[in-house]
């Protein structure tokens, strides 16, 4: 089992950025691949992106490719989102998730654990 603590979430203009990190505890970070979603007000969860065990392989939904980038550090057991060009849209709690299987995952129902969510606010 592992716990999933994310942090970074803030007010930001549009154009900024944002980097959310993803704390891990627990079992051994390296055996989880994963991801991030996020929640919109009135809107369901949805895909952002989500990376590999060992974090050769990336994936993105087509509304964040090019400004988004999700990386991990495993000795240090954190995941990472580097948010640019955030835009107003991009307003939503955003959650990261793990799962101890292997493959691409892009519904929640392909993750096991999930985090609290952080806030991200992009102001127009």
């Known amino acids: 089992q592992v716990q999933l603590v994310e942090s970074g979430g803030g007010l930001v203009q549009a154009g900024g950025s944002l980097r959310l990190s993803c704390a891990a505890s627990g079992r051994t970070f390296s055996t989880y691949r994963m991801g991030w979603f996020r929640r919109a007000p009135g809107k369901e969860r949805i895909f952002v992106a989500m990376i590999s065990q060992r974090g050769y392989s990336q994936y993105y939904s087509d509304s964040v490719k090019g400004r988004f980038t999700i990386s991990r550090d495993n000795p240090k057991s954190t995941l990472y989102l580097q948010m640019n060009s955030l835009k107003p849209e991009d307003t939503a709690v955003y959650y990261c998730?793990?799962?101890?299987?292997?493959?691409?995952?892009?519904?929640?129902?392909?993750?096991?654990?999930w985090g609290l969510g952080t806030q991200v606010t992009v102001s127009s």
């Open positions: 998730a793990a799962s101890t299987e292997y493959g691409l995952a892009t519904t929640t129902s392909g993750y096991d654990y």
